[in-house]
């Protein structure tokens, strides 16, 4: 919606702008400003025989000409009423921004069913998740840290499971990002390798001390 500033007993108005990527967003900001306005009647008459007021008309193309960035001016130019220039819009962007929704499903669907497996590393895993992540963030969906952090610790494999729980016990998870989630499960696996191959050392040398018996 709009915001006002005044300057010198002037109100400014100061409308939502369009930036090609926020169609549903701009639109939706844009029909409430314009109904507290009293001028989206002009936009979207309430039956076919409504007759628009020329002054009601010429406002809220002045709204409309005020939320678009310059280059999308041309496209307009020749549009005769509000109206016109609205639906010239939304037949532009809306099919774009529901390929760009439909996009964020399937991105979304692929994160809820990506599993870190037994065979890959923290830094591996990490970055498919991030990869999904910041796809999803670049279409403007909002993907919060927290859930994503929630997400990683849910499908780690059994060597995880006990650090896991234990950032989940004592940690903030709210809080907590994605990077220092990471970290702590890498420094849980170079712990799990470690001891890994202590073991196998141990059990190389049973080996030789049986061999030299032998």
Not at 125 to 138: H, L, M, Q, Y
Not at 152 to 170: C, G, N
């Amino acid at each position: 919606m709009g915001d006002r500033s005044e300057k010198d007993g002037q109100i400014t108005l100061h409308y939502p702008m369009f930036s090609r990527s926020n169609y549903t967003a701009w639109a939706i900001k844009m029909k409430v400003f314009m109904q507290a306005q009293g001028v989206w009647d002009a936009v979207e008459p309430r039956t076919t025989n409504t007759v628009v007021e020329v002054k009601k008309d010429k406002l809220a193309m002045d709204a409309i000409y005020q939320g678009i960035p310059e280059d999308l001016l041309l496209s307009l130019s020749e549009k005769q009423t509000a109206k016109e220039a609205w639906d010239a819009l939304k037949t532009m962007f809306m099919q774009a921004d529901r390929v760009k929704m439909a996009r964020v499903q399937t991105l979304k669907a692929e994160f809820e069913t990506r599993n870190m497996k037994e065979g890959d590393t923290v830094d591996d895993f990490a970055v498919k998740v991030g990869n999904i992540v910041n796809n999803i963030r670049a279409l403007g969906d909002k993907m919060e840290e927290s859930y994503v952090v929630k997400k990683m610790l849910r499908v780690v494999p059994s060597k995880f499971v006990q650090i896991a729980s234990t950032i989940e016990q004592f940690r903030d998870l709210d809080s907590m990002s994605m990077e220092e989630v990471v970290g702590r499960l890498k420094a849980h696996e170079e712990r799990v390798r470690g001891h890994a191959e202590v073991e196998e050392k141990k059990l190389l040398l049973t080996h030789q001390d049986w061999s030299d018996r032998s």
